[in-house]
């Protein structure tokens, strides 16, 4: 059976503009995220990926859907194969910040703020760019 893991991935949103990373083993541009700790909830793993990867320890997950039980933030939900690590299934969640600073970080080389489609760098795969759309939009 192939393997499954669960993941989150955070659309970090300032004043308009969403944070894309350099992820430095894939070497794509990606939000900031991570694969859920045993026992974790995903919103649970969204806060401590947003602290671990931008040191943000003060943010907001707006309210996004009106269904009862949806998360704060919950942005959307999509499943992908990543090679030899499996079936990623991933929570992508919408998280306002205060500012743009970012400290040195160990899994990205770059970052990059956007405020349209047309500034993200090549090597953005195009279910990012597709999230990217909605997260710069929704809520504005």
Not at 6 to 17: I, N, P
Not at 68 to 88: D, T
Request: proline letters at 8%.
């Amino acid at each position: 059976m192939k393997r499954r893991a669960f993941s989150v991935s955070l659309y970090c949103r300032h004043e308009g503009s969403v944070l894309l990373v350099k992820h430095k083993r894939l070497g794509m541009w990606l939000p900031v995220g991570g694969e859920l700790e045993p026992g974790e909830t995903p919103m649970e793993a969204a806060c401590r990926e947003l602290e671990e990867e931008t040191g943000h320890t003060e943010y907001l997950f707006p309210v996004i859907h009106k269904v009862l039980g949806a998360p704060q933030g919950l942005l959307l939900y999509e499943e992908h194969n990543v090679g030899a690590k499996g079936l990623h299934m991933n929570f992508a969640f919408l998280v306002e910040v205060p500012s743009k600073d970012l400290p040195p970080n160990r899994e990205f080389t770059g970052h990059i703020w956007v405020e349209s489609l047309t500034e993200v760098p090549p090597g953005c795969p195009q279910n990012v760019q597709e999230a990217l759309a909605f997260a710069l939009t929704v809520g504005v």
